[in-house]
C-alpha cells in the first residue's frame, strides 16, 4: 500500500517561512520524481515544485521561484517544501505526488498579511 502523509502546514505571516515534509511508505522517493502541488480556494489545482528521480534535478514555478526549495531525504524517504517569503497569495492546500500516481491528503498552508 502506498501512502504519502504531508504536515508542516500552519498559520504564518506574510514574509515568514515554513517547511512542509511528505513521508512516502510503499515506494521510494528516490524511484520516481516527486512533486509538490497547491490548491487555493477557488482556483484549479497548481504544480509548485519537481525533484528529479536522481535528485539533482529541480523545477519550480515561476510564481516560487527564488523562495522555494524542494529537498529529500533518502534514508528517511520524504521528501521537503522549504517556503520562505510567504505572501498571502500562497494560501492553499499543498499536496505531494509520487510519480504522478499517488497523492498524499494535503496540509493547509494560510498566510496572513
Known amino acids: 500500500q502506498v501512502q504519502l502523509v504531508e504536515s508542516g502546514g500552519g498559520v504564518v505571516e506574510a514574509g515568514g517561512s515554513l517547511r512542509l515534509s511528505c513521508v512516502v511508505s510503499?515506494?521510494?522517493?528516490?524511484?520516481?520524481?516527486m512533486d509538490w502541488f497547491r490548491r487555493a480556494p477557488g482556483k484549479e489545482r497548481e504544480w509548485v515544485a519537481q525533484?528529479?528521480?536522481?535528485?539533482?534535478?529541480?523545477h519550480y514555478a515561476d510564481s516560487v521561484k527564488g523562495r522555494f526549495d524542494i529537498s529529500r531525504d533518502v534514508a528517511k524517504n520524504t521528501v521537503y517544501l522549504q517556503m520562505n517569503s510567504l505572501k498571502p497569495d500562497d494560501t492553499a492546500v499543498y499536496y505531494c505526488?509520487?510519480?504522478?500516481?499517488?497523492w498524499g491528503q494535503g496540509t493547509q498552508v494560510t498566510v496572513s498579511s
Open positions: 505526488n509520487w510519480g504522478h500516481q499517488y
Open positions: 510503499g515506494r521510494n522517493v528516490s524511484d520516481y520524481s
Open positions: 525533484i528529479s528521480r536522481s535528485g539533482g534535478v529541480t
